[in-house]
């Protein structure tokens, strides 16, 4: 299993449908995983709880 990726819009490459559930962590403003909404946002893949 690969575990570094350059991005996290490739990380994500195959994994995201419409309606799934994500959990991620965070903690304040230092926290937030801003690449990672950036590339859910990019997918356009939609109905997600997060």
């Given at each position: 299993m690969r575990k570094i990726?350059?991005?996290?819009?490739?990380?994500?490459?195959?994994?995201?449908?419409?309606?799934?559930?994500?959990?991620a962590g965070g903690f304040g403003l230092c926290g937030i995983p801003e690449?990672?909404?950036?590339?859910?946002?990019?997918s356009g893949v939609k109905d997600l709880t997060i």
């Amino acid at each position: 299993m690969r575990k570094i990726y350059g991005s996290a819009s490739e990380a994500l490459d195959g994994l995201l449908v419409d309606g799934m559930t994500i959990a991620a962590g965070g903690f304040g403003l230092c926290g937030i995983p801003e690449l990672l909404i950036d590339a859910l946002v990019a997918s356009g893949v939609k109905d997600l709880t997060i």
